[in-house]
């Protein structure tokens, strides 16, 4: 019988536990909200449901095109300018929480900048593979480093100072792996310093975060409030957790339990043990994207690959952390569990592409 390659089982296995997970999650951690908000329980769970869906379409579709496709310069042309063109009309969107993130659409809400995650690590995939060798050449870095700051500064606007950042970091890594100059390296660390005090230092709420951070005793109540409520919760939580369904924070003590804090209430709810399978679970992620990546044929297989990984998996780490007080609070979800349907279908579909890339490593291995 021929061989038959086929994607990687472990990291789809991986990513269904996470997403089934998060829909079981979002329904403890929202249900008693969406009662008294909506009087339906089910409310946040459905929607959420209805992305998972959509999701896991995106992700058996992408699947089966070849990642190539993407590299065509009608196809990438067209992702960017859409993706541009969204971020830039969502600043029209009324407010809501204080940002312009969310694009209305029929009752549905969008937010562009997950669109732009994916959008710029395929630009840069496409970059490294076609001027990776020149890339310390001026020109080439400027014109990379201003399209990365054309869609970093676009989110950062909305404001979403946590997806700007995990944008600029995600990238910043992939040029440091494709041998980025340790002089443009150091430029930008001198360049981040004025950028650090207009967008953090000089804005009162998130200075006071960071002083929350390096001094839980400063007494700012309000500033500590929410990691002080998610601390009680993994706390609560010790070895073996309260029980599903049990949380008490919950029951409006902790703000956003359902969307960023969402990991306080797997503490809460499945304890030690819980925490160091989700843990586990994008440990994992990381493992097997990476190896996909390292595997690739072709270098924009390779970007793509290990952009998608790390966007993941350092977004995962980034929210658990801060979850846990280890740094300051910011906006940024836990991939495949918080509530928050553009995130969910677009870590889904990406993971679609990754997993194409490894039914294309295993295709050129069968030949040989």
């Known amino acids: 019988m021929a061989y038959r390659p086929s994607s990687d089982k472990i990291l789809l296995s991986v990513v269904g536990f996470l997403t089934v997970l998060g829909l079981l999650m979002v329904y403890s951690a929202s249900s008693v909200h969406a009662a008294d908000k909506h009087g339906d329980s089910y409310y946040f769970f459905l929607r959420q449901l209805k992305f998972a869906g959509f999701g896991f379409l995106a992700l058996l579709g992408l699947m089966h095109i070849d990642y190539h496709f993407f590299q065509k310069p009608k196809v990438l042309c067209a992702i960017m300018a859409l993706s541009g063109a969204a971020l830039i009309f969502v600043l029209t969107q009324p407010v809501v929480n204080g940002a312009r993130r969310w694009i209305f659409i029929s009752g549905v809400s969008i937010q562009p900048s997950e669109f732009a995650k994916i959008a710029i690590l395929i630009f840069i995939a496409w970059f490294l593979q076609t001027y990776g060798k020149t890339l310390n050449r001026l020109e080439h870095i400027a014109a990379i480093c201003l399209c990365i700051a054309l869609f970093a500064g676009l989110v950062g606007v909305e404001p979403d100072l946590g997806q700007a ?148 998996t350092l977004q995962g780490f980034i929210n658990i952390t801060m979850v846990l007080g280890m740094m300051p609070t910011k906006g940024i979800a836990l991939p495949f569990i918080s509530q928050g349907g553009s995130s969910l279908l677009m870590n889904l579909a990406a993971t679609g592409i990754l997993l194409n890339l490894s039914y294309q490593n295993k295709l050129v291995e069968a030949v040989e």
Request: contains cysteine; hydrophobic residues 55%; neutral net charge.
């Open 165 to 312: 950042f995990t944008i600029c970091f995600v990238a910043a890594i992939l040029l440091v792996m494709a041998g980025l100059s340790w002089r443009y390296i150091a430029g930008a660390i001198i360049a981040a310093i004025p950028m650090f005090y207009l967008f953090v230092y000089n804005v009162d709420y998130r200075w006071k975060r960071i002083g929350v951070f390096l001094n839980p005793e400063s007494g700012q109540a309000d500033a500590a409030f929410q990691i002080n409520q998610s601390l009680i919760a993994v706390g609560s939580g010790g070895l073996l957790g309260l029980g599903p369904g049990d949380s008490k924070q919950k029951l409006f003590f902790l703000p956003e339990s359902s969307t960023d804090f969402i990991f306080a209430i797997i503490c809460e709810e499945w304890g030690f043990i819980g925490a160091v399978l989700v843990v586990a679970a994008f440990l994992v992620f990381f493992y097997r994207g990476m190896k996909i990546a390292s595997k690739s044929q072709d270098k924009f297989g390779f970007y793509l690959g290990a952009g998608i990984t790390l966007m993941v």
